[in-house]
């Protein structure tokens, strides 16, 4: 299974942009998604969770502002970002496990989202 994270940008601050991740090479139903973002010098933050079944969490900085959503028939993951702050800038990774403590597959190479006047 391979992921391809895609739909970065440049956005403005305030702006809004949808972040795409794409499954390929095996079944999506299964796996939680979760997305993550990595700022300059910094560590690794969880951002966005979907269980299986559609269940959703969201950290702090993000609750409200941002929606994670999948569609299991497209194998495609969603994270759409709303009221964006030069904060969120990032690269932001998606990833797949089989629920809680399962191993996350290969890392793919993540989108860069940053926001900016």
């Known amino acids: 299974v391979q992921l391809q994270a895609f739909g970065g940008g440049l956005v403005q601050p305030g702006g809004s942009l949808r972040l795409s991740c794409a499954v390929s090479g095996g079944i999506f139903s299964p796996y939680t998604m979760d997305w993550y973002r990595q700022a300059p010098g910094k560590q690794r933050d969880l951002v966005a969770t979907?269980?299986?079944?559609?269940?959703?969490s969201y950290s702090d900085s993000v609750k409200g502002r941002f929606i994670i959503s999948r569609d299991n028939a497209k194998k495609m993951g969603y994270l759409q970002m709303s009221s964006l702050r030069p904060d969120d800038t990032a690269v932001y990774y998606c990833?797949?496990?089989?629920?809680?403590?399962?191993?996350?597959?290969?890392w793919g190479p993540g989108t860069q989202v940053t926001v900016s006047s």
């Open positions: 979907i269980t299986n079944g559609g269940r959703t």
């Open positions: 990833n797949i496990r089989l629920g809680p403590g399962g191993n996350y597959i290969d």
